[in-house]
Protein backbone atom coordinates (compact mmCIF):
# COMPACT_ATOMS: atom_id res chain seq x y z
CA UNK A 1 0.00 0.00 0.00
CA UNK A 2 1.11 3.59 -1.04
CA UNK A 3 2.25 5.69 2.03
CA UNK A 4 0.26 8.66 2.90
CA UNK A 5 1.86 12.11 2.51
CA UNK A 6 0.61 15.78 2.52
CA UNK A 7 -0.65 17.43 -0.40
CA UNK A 8 1.33 20.94 -0.14
CA UNK A 9 3.11 23.25 2.12
CA UNK A 10 0.22 24.72 3.20
CA UNK A 11 -1.17 21.46 4.50
CA UNK A 12 2.57 20.62 5.79
CA UNK A 13 2.39 24.03 7.63
CA UNK A 14 -0.95 23.29 9.18
CA UNK A 15 -0.64 19.78 10.30
CA UNK A 16 2.87 21.03 12.17
CA UNK A 17 1.41 24.63 13.51
CA UNK A 18 -1.31 22.73 14.46
CA UNK A 19 0.89 19.72 16.70
CA UNK A 20 2.59 22.70 17.94
CA UNK A 21 0.12 25.46 18.86
CA UNK A 22 -2.39 24.06 21.56
CA UNK A 23 -2.75 23.87 25.10
CA UNK A 24 0.84 24.64 25.82
CA UNK A 25 0.34 28.11 24.07
CA UNK A 26 -3.00 29.26 24.86
CA UNK A 27 -2.86 27.56 28.93
CA UNK A 28 0.70 26.57 29.65
CA UNK A 29 2.81 29.64 28.10
CA UNK A 30 0.60 32.56 29.36
CA UNK A 31 0.84 31.37 33.33
CA UNK A 32 4.42 29.90 32.93
CA UNK A 33 4.95 34.09 32.13
CA UNK A 34 3.05 35.06 34.61
CA UNK A 35 4.90 32.82 37.18
CA UNK A 36 8.31 33.58 35.87
CA UNK A 37 8.31 37.36 35.75
CA UNK A 38 6.81 38.24 32.46
CA UNK A 39 9.20 40.01 29.85
CA UNK A 40 12.32 38.47 31.26
CA UNK A 41 10.89 34.67 30.73
CA UNK A 42 9.93 35.74 27.17
CA UNK A 43 13.24 36.90 26.33
CA UNK A 44 14.68 33.72 27.29
CA UNK A 45 12.02 31.97 25.46
CA UNK A 46 12.75 33.29 22.21
CA UNK A 47 16.56 32.26 22.44
CA UNK A 48 15.40 28.60 24.00
CA UNK A 49 12.95 28.40 20.59
CA UNK A 50 15.12 29.59 17.93
CA UNK A 51 18.02 28.87 18.85
CA UNK A 52 18.27 25.41 20.51
CA UNK A 53 14.44 23.99 19.63
CA UNK A 54 14.32 24.82 16.17
CA UNK A 55 17.46 22.65 15.21
CA UNK A 56 16.07 20.23 16.87
CA UNK A 57 12.69 20.31 15.41
CA UNK A 58 14.37 20.47 11.90
CA UNK A 59 16.61 16.90 13.13
CA UNK A 60 13.27 15.70 13.69
CA UNK A 61 11.90 16.18 10.33
CA UNK A 62 15.04 15.02 8.83
CA UNK A 63 14.49 11.46 10.69
CA UNK A 64 10.99 11.32 9.32
CA UNK A 65 11.56 12.20 5.65
CA UNK A 66 15.05 10.50 5.16
CA UNK A 67 13.52 7.16 7.13
CA UNK A 68 9.91 7.53 5.26
CA UNK A 69 8.99 5.29 8.69
CA UNK A 70 7.61 5.54 11.75
CA UNK A 71 9.17 6.62 14.90
CA UNK A 72 10.14 2.69 15.82
CA UNK A 73 10.77 1.93 12.04
CA UNK A 74 12.89 5.61 11.70
CA UNK A 75 15.79 4.08 13.70
CA UNK A 76 15.74 0.70 12.39
CA UNK A 77 15.75 1.83 8.64
CA UNK A 78 18.72 4.24 9.49
CA UNK A 79 20.82 2.22 12.40
CA UNK A 80 19.86 -1.29 11.70
CA UNK A 81 20.85 -3.34 14.24
CA UNK A 82 21.74 -1.37 17.09
CA UNK A 83 20.24 0.22 20.22
CA UNK A 84 19.36 3.19 18.58
CA UNK A 85 16.00 1.39 18.32
CA UNK A 86 15.05 1.59 21.67
CA UNK A 87 15.14 5.74 20.76
CA UNK A 88 12.38 4.92 18.62
CA UNK A 89 10.26 2.34 21.01
CA UNK A 90 10.39 5.13 23.76
CA UNK A 91 9.07 7.71 20.87
CA UNK A 92 6.16 5.35 20.43
CA UNK A 93 5.17 5.39 24.24
CA UNK A 94 5.50 8.97 25.10
CA UNK A 95 3.14 10.23 23.08
CA UNK A 96 -0.07 7.95 24.36
CA UNK A 97 1.08 8.84 27.52
CA UNK A 98 1.07 12.85 26.75
CA UNK A 99 -2.20 12.23 24.76
CA UNK A 100 -4.04 10.37 27.79
CA UNK A 101 -3.56 13.53 29.85
CA UNK A 102 -3.80 15.85 27.20
CA UNK A 103 -7.27 14.61 26.21
CA UNK A 104 -7.83 15.18 30.26
CA UNK A 105 -7.57 18.68 30.02
CA UNK A 106 -8.74 18.73 26.35
CA UNK A 107 -12.40 17.55 28.14
CA UNK A 108 -12.10 20.31 30.79
CA UNK A 109 -12.51 22.66 27.85
CA UNK A 110 -15.18 20.91 26.41
CA UNK A 111 -17.08 20.60 30.04
CA UNK A 112 -16.12 24.54 30.34
CA UNK A 113 -17.09 25.40 26.66
CA UNK A 114 -20.62 23.76 28.01
CA UNK A 115 -20.85 25.71 30.44
CA UNK A 116 -20.20 29.14 28.58
CA UNK A 117 -22.52 28.26 26.15
CA UNK A 118 -25.23 27.91 29.03
CA UNK A 119 -24.16 30.63 30.38
CA UNK A 120 -22.88 28.89 33.83
CA UNK A 121 -20.33 32.01 34.27
CA UNK A 122 -23.11 33.83 36.37
CA UNK A 123 -22.38 38.05 36.42
CA UNK A 124 -21.13 39.30 39.98
CA UNK A 125 -19.32 35.68 40.73
CA UNK A 126 -16.41 35.63 42.69
CA UNK A 127 -12.93 34.37 42.25
CA UNK A 128 -12.65 31.87 45.00
CA UNK A 129 -16.36 30.64 43.66
CA UNK A 130 -14.82 30.37 40.41
CA UNK A 131 -12.22 28.60 41.99
CA UNK A 132 -14.62 26.17 44.13
CA UNK A 133 -16.39 25.43 40.74
CA UNK A 134 -13.69 24.26 39.04
CA UNK A 135 -11.68 22.49 41.66
CA UNK A 136 -15.95 20.35 42.55
CA UNK A 137 -15.49 19.79 38.95
CA UNK A 138 -11.64 18.51 38.50
CA UNK A 139 -12.55 16.27 41.66
CA UNK A 140 -16.06 14.77 40.74
CA UNK A 141 -15.98 11.69 39.16
CA UNK A 142 -17.88 11.43 36.11
CA UNK A 143 -18.35 14.90 34.32
CA UNK A 144 -14.43 14.77 33.49
CA UNK A 145 -14.62 11.20 32.27
CA UNK A 146 -17.20 12.38 29.70
CA UNK A 147 -15.49 15.50 28.89
CA UNK A 148 -12.19 13.22 28.28
CA UNK A 149 -14.08 10.87 26.09
CA UNK A 150 -16.16 13.22 23.82
CA UNK A 151 -12.54 14.74 23.48
CA UNK A 152 -10.94 11.60 22.54
CA UNK A 153 -13.19 10.19 20.10
CA UNK A 154 -12.80 13.56 18.21
CA UNK A 155 -9.73 12.45 18.20
CA UNK A 156 -10.10 8.93 17.13
CA UNK A 157 -12.06 10.07 14.16
CA UNK A 158 -9.79 12.44 12.81
CA UNK A 159 -7.38 9.90 12.84
CA UNK A 160 -9.21 7.14 10.99
CA UNK A 161 -9.67 9.41 8.32
CA UNK A 162 -6.51 9.59 6.97
CA UNK A 163 -3.29 11.85 7.03
CA UNK A 164 -4.73 13.71 4.17
CA UNK A 165 -8.56 14.17 4.35
CA UNK A 166 -8.25 13.69 8.38
CA UNK A 167 -5.40 15.63 9.55
CA UNK A 168 -4.58 17.61 6.69
CA UNK A 169 -8.26 18.94 5.82
CA UNK A 170 -8.92 19.09 9.83
CA UNK A 171 -5.96 21.36 9.77
CA UNK A 172 -6.62 23.59 7.26
CA UNK A 173 -9.77 24.23 8.44
CA UNK A 174 -9.02 24.56 12.05
CA UNK A 175 -6.12 26.39 11.92
CA UNK A 176 -7.51 29.91 10.73
CA UNK A 177 -10.21 29.78 12.55
CA UNK A 178 -8.45 29.35 15.88
CA UNK A 179 -6.11 32.73 15.08
CA UNK A 180 -9.34 34.61 14.29
CA UNK A 181 -10.81 33.56 17.47
CA UNK A 182 -7.51 34.23 19.39
CA UNK A 183 -7.10 37.68 17.53
CA UNK A 184 -10.68 38.96 18.24
CA UNK A 185 -9.85 37.97 21.92
CA UNK A 186 -7.29 39.93 22.35
CA UNK A 187 -8.42 42.87 20.82
CA UNK A 188 -11.41 43.02 23.22
CA UNK A 189 -9.05 42.22 26.46
CA UNK A 190 -6.39 45.10 25.25
CA UNK A 191 -9.17 47.54 25.08
CA UNK A 192 -10.60 46.88 28.47
CA UNK A 193 -10.03 50.04 31.05
CA UNK A 194 -6.68 48.97 33.17
CA UNK A 195 -4.93 47.07 30.23
CA UNK A 196 -1.92 48.65 29.19
CA UNK A 197 -0.44 47.45 32.89
CA UNK A 198 -0.82 44.03 31.53
CA UNK A 199 1.07 44.83 28.05
CA UNK A 200 3.85 46.62 30.06
CA UNK A 201 4.53 43.03 32.41
CA UNK A 202 4.82 41.35 28.91
CA UNK A 203 6.89 43.21 26.76
CA UNK A 204 9.07 45.32 29.60
CA UNK A 205 11.56 42.84 30.90
CA UNK A 206 13.72 43.04 34.26
CA UNK A 207 16.60 41.07 33.18
CA UNK A 208 17.68 40.42 36.95
CA UNK A 209 14.42 38.28 37.19
CA UNK A 210 16.48 35.46 35.09
CA UNK A 211 18.06 32.82 36.50
CA UNK A 212 18.78 28.69 36.20
CA UNK A 213 15.01 28.22 37.40
CA UNK A 214 13.86 30.95 34.51
CA UNK A 215 16.12 29.09 32.10
CA UNK A 216 14.89 25.47 32.82
CA UNK A 217 11.07 26.77 32.97
CA UNK A 218 11.86 28.06 29.03
CA UNK A 219 13.57 25.40 27.60
CA UNK A 220 11.31 23.05 29.04
CA UNK A 221 8.27 25.26 27.84
CA UNK A 222 10.05 25.07 24.07
CA UNK A 223 10.37 21.23 24.08
CA UNK A 224 6.87 20.82 24.74
CA UNK A 225 5.10 23.78 22.97
CA UNK A 226 7.17 22.78 19.56
CA UNK A 227 5.79 19.20 20.65
CA UNK A 228 9.83 17.84 20.34
CA UNK A 229 11.33 14.77 21.63
CA UNK A 230 8.35 12.40 21.66
CA UNK A 231 8.29 11.36 17.81
CA UNK A 232 5.50 13.42 16.68
CA UNK A 233 7.41 15.68 14.88
CA UNK A 234 9.10 13.22 13.28
CA UNK A 235 5.95 11.17 12.41
CA UNK A 236 4.48 14.06 10.41
CA UNK A 237 8.04 14.84 8.99
CA UNK A 238 7.90 10.90 7.64
CA UNK A 239 4.50 12.45 5.33
CA UNK A 240 6.17 15.43 4.12
CA UNK A 241 7.20 14.77 0.56
CA UNK A 242 10.90 15.48 -1.05
CA UNK A 243 10.64 18.37 -2.94
CA UNK A 244 9.68 20.45 0.86
CA UNK A 245 12.39 22.52 2.44
CA UNK A 246 12.58 21.77 5.52
CA UNK A 247 13.94 24.60 6.97
CA UNK A 248 11.40 27.05 5.97
CA UNK A 249 8.84 25.03 7.02
CA UNK A 250 10.57 24.05 10.52
CA UNK A 251 11.08 27.98 10.58
CA UNK A 252 7.69 28.77 9.94
CA UNK A 253 6.49 26.46 12.49
CA UNK A 254 8.23 27.67 15.15
CA UNK A 255 7.60 31.34 14.27
CA UNK A 256 3.52 30.86 14.13
CA UNK A 257 3.96 28.95 17.64
CA UNK A 258 6.09 31.61 19.05
CA UNK A 259 3.13 34.40 17.83
CA UNK A 260 0.74 32.42 19.07
CA UNK A 261 1.61 31.97 22.69
CA UNK A 262 2.55 36.01 22.62
CA UNK A 263 -1.09 36.58 21.52
CA UNK A 264 -2.45 33.91 23.86
CA UNK A 265 -0.69 36.35 26.67
CA UNK A 266 -2.02 39.22 24.88
CA UNK A 267 -5.18 37.74 25.25
CA UNK A 268 -4.83 36.96 29.10
CA UNK A 269 -2.67 39.13 30.66
CA UNK A 270 -4.24 42.38 30.05
CA UNK A 271 -7.50 41.03 31.20
CA UNK A 272 -5.38 39.85 34.75
CA UNK A 273 -4.64 43.60 35.41
CA UNK A 274 -7.32 45.23 34.23
CA UNK A 275 -9.14 43.32 37.02
CA UNK A 276 -6.61 43.55 39.28
CA UNK A 277 -5.65 40.00 39.82
CA UNK A 278 -2.41 37.58 39.85
CA UNK A 279 -0.58 37.18 37.40
CA UNK A 280 1.30 34.55 38.79
CA UNK A 281 -2.37 32.22 39.50
CA UNK A 282 -0.37 29.20 38.07
CA UNK A 283 -1.99 26.12 36.29
CA UNK A 284 -5.59 27.44 37.32
CA UNK A 285 -5.13 30.97 35.03
CA UNK A 286 -7.50 29.69 32.06
CA UNK A 287 -9.80 28.08 34.35
CA UNK A 288 -10.57 29.94 37.85
CA UNK A 289 -8.72 33.19 36.64
CA UNK A 290 -10.56 33.51 33.07
CA UNK A 291 -14.26 32.46 34.00
CA UNK A 292 -14.56 34.94 36.59
CA UNK A 293 -13.09 37.72 34.31
CA UNK A 294 -15.36 36.73 31.55
CA UNK A 295 -18.18 36.16 33.96
CA UNK A 296 -17.39 40.30 35.05
CA UNK A 297 -16.61 41.64 31.97
CA UNK A 298 -19.25 43.24 28.78
CA UNK A 299 -19.78 40.59 26.36
CA UNK A 300 -17.69 38.33 28.60
CA UNK A 301 -20.51 35.58 27.69
CA UNK A 302 -19.59 35.58 24.12
CA UNK A 303 -15.79 36.43 24.76
CA UNK A 304 -16.01 33.08 27.07
CA UNK A 305 -17.80 30.79 24.44
CA UNK A 306 -14.69 31.61 21.65
CA UNK A 307 -12.12 31.35 23.92
CA UNK A 308 -13.28 28.05 24.78
CA UNK A 309 -13.98 27.21 21.52
CA UNK A 310 -10.35 27.77 20.65
CA UNK A 311 -9.00 25.87 23.56
CA UNK A 312 -11.06 22.66 21.84
CA UNK A 313 -9.52 23.46 18.39
CA UNK A 314 -5.70 23.86 19.57
CA UNK A 315 -6.03 20.75 21.53
CA UNK A 316 -7.64 19.08 19.35
CA UNK A 317 -4.84 19.21 16.63
CA UNK A 318 -2.37 18.79 19.08
CA UNK A 319 -3.84 15.48 20.36
CA UNK A 320 -4.26 14.38 16.95
CA UNK A 321 -0.50 14.36 16.22
CA UNK A 322 0.15 12.49 19.57
CA UNK A 323 -2.19 9.85 18.37
CA UNK A 324 -0.76 9.13 15.04
CA UNK A 325 2.83 8.31 16.49
CA UNK A 326 0.93 5.23 17.75
CA UNK A 327 -1.16 4.61 14.97
CA UNK A 328 1.56 4.47 12.67
CA UNK A 329 4.02 2.54 14.48
CA UNK A 330 0.82 0.04 14.62
CA UNK A 331 0.30 0.28 11.09
CA UNK A 332 3.03 0.07 9.71
CA UNK A 333 5.16 -2.18 12.17
CA UNK A 334 2.63 -5.05 13.33
CA UNK A 335 0.09 -4.42 10.19
CA UNK A 336 -2.92 -3.19 11.54
CA UNK A 337 -5.63 -1.62 9.61
CA UNK A 338 -5.81 2.37 10.35
CA UNK A 339 -9.12 1.52 11.63
CA UNK A 340 -7.53 -1.08 14.54
CA UNK A 341 -4.56 0.89 15.44
CA UNK A 342 -7.02 3.52 16.27
CA UNK A 343 -9.69 1.53 18.58
CA UNK A 344 -6.42 -0.04 19.99
CA UNK A 345 -4.58 3.23 21.02
CA UNK A 346 -8.19 4.96 21.65
CA UNK A 347 -8.63 2.34 24.27
CA UNK A 348 -4.75 2.43 25.91
CA UNK A 349 -5.40 6.41 26.23
CA UNK A 350 -8.86 5.96 27.43
CA UNK A 351 -8.16 3.84 30.12
CA UNK A 352 -4.81 5.87 31.18
CA UNK A 353 -6.64 8.86 30.84
CA UNK A 354 -9.49 7.82 33.35
CA UNK A 355 -6.79 7.34 35.88
CA UNK A 356 -5.20 10.50 35.72
CA UNK A 357 -8.95 12.15 35.51
CA UNK A 358 -9.76 10.20 38.75
CA UNK A 359 -6.33 11.02 40.62
CA UNK A 360 -7.94 14.70 41.00
CA UNK A 361 -10.85 12.89 43.07
CA UNK A 362 -10.88 9.34 44.47
CA UNK A 363 -7.62 8.23 43.52
CA UNK A 364 -6.25 11.64 44.93
CA UNK A 365 -4.18 9.81 47.67
CA UNK A 366 -2.93 6.83 45.04
CA UNK A 367 0.66 8.07 44.94
CA UNK A 368 3.82 6.77 42.73
CA UNK A 369 7.01 8.44 43.76
CA UNK A 370 5.28 11.23 46.10
CA UNK A 371 3.33 12.24 42.44
CA UNK A 372 -0.74 11.35 42.14
CA UNK A 373 -1.05 10.05 38.62
CA UNK A 374 -2.06 12.89 36.42
CA UNK A 375 0.88 14.86 37.88
CA UNK A 376 3.50 11.54 37.25
CA UNK A 377 2.67 11.28 33.97
CA UNK A 378 3.23 14.97 33.13
CA UNK A 379 6.39 15.42 35.16
CA UNK A 380 7.53 12.22 33.44
CA UNK A 381 7.09 13.22 30.03
CA UNK A 382 7.26 16.83 30.10
CA UNK A 383 10.15 17.00 32.80
CA UNK A 384 12.19 13.99 31.55
CA UNK A 385 11.30 11.84 28.20
CA UNK A 386 11.14 15.13 25.85
CA UNK A 387 14.05 16.81 26.76
CA UNK A 388 15.99 13.64 26.77
CA UNK A 389 14.03 11.96 23.48
CA UNK A 390 15.25 15.50 21.78
CA UNK A 391 18.74 15.41 22.92
CA UNK A 392 19.16 11.84 21.79
CA UNK A 393 17.59 12.26 18.68
CA UNK A 394 20.06 15.62 18.00
CA UNK A 395 22.92 13.41 19.37
CA UNK A 396 21.51 10.90 16.65
CA UNK A 397 21.47 13.06 13.68
CA UNK A 398 24.76 15.36 14.59
CA UNK A 399 27.03 12.25 14.98
CA UNK A 400 25.28 8.63 14.09
CA UNK A 401 23.93 9.84 10.63
CA UNK A 402 26.12 9.98 7.94
CA UNK A 403 26.91 14.30 7.53
CA UNK A 404 26.14 13.78 3.68
CA UNK A 405 22.22 12.29 4.17
CA UNK A 406 21.77 15.16 6.57
CA UNK A 407 22.94 17.42 4.50
CA UNK A 408 20.81 15.95 1.42
CA UNK A 409 17.90 16.35 3.30
CA UNK A 410 18.43 19.66 4.53
CA UNK A 411 19.34 21.25 0.97
CA UNK A 412 16.84 18.93 -1.27
CA UNK A 413 19.92 17.03 -2.64
CA UNK A 414 21.97 20.38 -3.00
CA UNK A 415 19.21 21.90 -5.19
CA UNK A 416 18.04 24.57 -2.43
CA UNK A 417 20.61 27.26 -2.61
CA UNK A 418 19.91 29.10 0.42
CA UNK A 419 19.98 26.35 2.13
CA UNK A 420 23.27 25.11 1.29
CA UNK A 421 24.55 28.35 2.36
CA UNK A 422 23.23 28.32 6.09
CA UNK A 423 24.08 24.39 6.35
CA UNK A 424 27.39 24.86 7.72
CA UNK A 425 25.73 26.49 10.66
CA UNK A 426 22.72 24.47 11.46
CA UNK A 427 25.04 21.49 11.89
CA UNK A 428 27.60 23.10 14.08
CA UNK A 429 23.98 23.95 15.89
CA UNK A 430 22.97 20.10 15.98
CA UNK A 431 26.44 19.05 16.56
CA UNK A 432 27.65 20.78 19.40
CA UNK A 433 25.42 23.97 20.75
CA UNK A 434 22.31 21.91 21.13
CA UNK A 435 23.22 18.87 22.75
CA UNK A 436 25.44 20.83 25.20
CA UNK A 437 23.09 23.33 26.04
CA UNK A 438 20.55 21.20 26.54
CA UNK A 439 22.34 19.03 29.01
CA UNK A 440 23.61 21.95 30.91
CA UNK A 441 19.97 23.65 31.70
CA UNK A 442 18.43 20.65 32.48
CA UNK A 443 21.46 19.05 34.70
CA UNK A 444 21.71 22.75 36.50
CA UNK A 445 17.93 22.46 36.84
CA UNK A 446 18.54 18.94 39.00
CA UNK A 447 21.47 20.31 40.92
CA UNK A 448 20.16 23.85 42.16
N1 LIG B 1 2.79 21.30 21.50
C1 LIG B 1 1.58 21.00 22.17
C2 LIG B 1 1.11 22.22 22.93
O1 LIG B 1 1.82 23.23 22.96
O2 LIG B 1 0.03 22.17 23.51
C3 LIG B 1 1.70 19.83 23.10
C4 LIG B 1 2.30 18.63 22.49
C5 LIG B 1 1.77 18.10 21.33
C6 LIG B 1 3.43 18.08 23.05
C7 LIG B 1 2.37 17.02 20.72
C8 LIG B 1 4.05 17.02 22.46
C9 LIG B 1 3.52 16.50 21.31
F1 LIG B 1 4.10 15.50 20.76
Known amino acids: ?18 SAIGLGNLWRF ?10 AFIFVYIFCVFLLCLPIFMSEVIVGRRSRSNAFGAFKKLAPGTKWKWLGAVSVVTPIIVVSYYSVVGGWSVEYFLKACTFEFTAGATQSEMGMMFTKFISSVW ?20 VKSGIEKFGKIMMPLLFVLIVIIAVRAATLPGAGEGLKYLFKPDFSKIDTSVCAAALGQAFFSLSLGVGTILTYGSYVNKKENIALSSTYTATADFFFALLASCAIMPAVFAFGLNPQEGPGLVFETLPFIFSNMPMGWLVAILFFLALIVAALTSSISL ?20 ILVFIIAWVCGV ?10 DFHIFGQTIFNLFDKVSANFLMPVGGLLLVIFVGWVMKKKDVMDEFTNGGTLRGNRRISGFVYFLIRYVCPVAVLAVFASALIF
Open 1 to 18: MERESFGNRFGVLVAMAG
Open 30 to 39: PYLVGSYGGA
Open 143 to 162: SPIVGHTIFLLLTAAIIISG
Open 323 to 342: YEVGVAYLVEEKQYSRRGAS
Open 355 to 364: LCSLSFGPLS
